[in-house]
């Protein structure tokens, strides 16, 4: 546990201290591992509707902080007993007039939820997040905070998101001097693009090898990770990880495609390599030990 106390000062002038459970050496308990990529067990379609969705939070980087801190790591890092869940349903809004009880409610709505423990006011308190998803833009929006299901205001809620941020610089001895606020994407390799959501989505193979392939993107691109893969064979999870920008293809000629991308698996780069066809887009999936081709997209989801 850090025993440093992070003083954040409101808006309204109220002082508390908060300061992390978490740490490196904390086991983490998630509903989503973010430290294991690879798993042999069958998931439902609910399940991994649930595991993209939750990956669109825990993968994203904040970019009011240096160093491509994603959510996830900062959270890791903070809370102790960190879960992750997602749900569809009626959310509640932050408690900004102080009277207990949320301002508002809001039905049918797609929310990330995180719960873990903190240090408030010299007490361990259960923080529960809500993070609203838009599915379609790919974007989310920290929008209610709890400690110990009593409802916090607004102000709680983004100075609490500062803390992890700014311990999980402080654990990394990431510098924020000169920092303006703006992280500049490295435009330095030669294929870098944001092209990566026209080709979001599920994709199946024509033949009957059992292979389905969900690619996830991200709406903003500020290192070499620009989404999440999930590889299923006959049904099963056969690898599940990070998409990066190729800077090698290999033996693979990437020119062959519109968009090529690597996947660093067991060693090696595995590649996915996206083409379009007669208003149909298709993926090659090649490897060490793969070269799966001719998988449609079956279902797009962002644009």
Known sequence: MLKKI?????????????????????KEETSVSQSETSSSQSETSADQEDTKNIFLVTKAVNNDYPGNITYGDAFKTFFSGAKWRYFKGTQEGPDDNEDGEPDYTIDDIDVVEFSGKCMYQDVEVTALIQFTLDKEAGTFEASYLSFNDVPQSTAMLSGLIDNAFESY????????????????????VDDYDYEALNYAGEYESEFEDGYKIIFNAYSSVDSDVIGTVE???????????????????????????????????????????FSESNGEVMLDYNGNSHNITSLIMTRHYQS
Request: net charge negative; charged share 20%.
């Open 6 to 26: 992070i003083s954040v000062i409101l808006a309204s002038a109220l002082c508390f201290g908060l300061c992390a459970c978490g740490g490196s050496d904390t």
């Open 231 to 273: 590889i299923y064979n006959n049904d099963s999870l056969e690898y599940q990880g990070d998409v990066c920008i190729c800077n090698d293809s290999g033996d693979w000629d990437a020119s062959d495609y519109d968009a090529f991308y690597s996947i660093p698996m067991d060693g090696y780069d595995y590649y996915l390599g």
């Open 169 to 188: 610089m402080e654990e990394n001895n990431i510098q924020s001097d000169d920092y303006d606020g703006d992280i500049t994407p490295d435009t330095s």
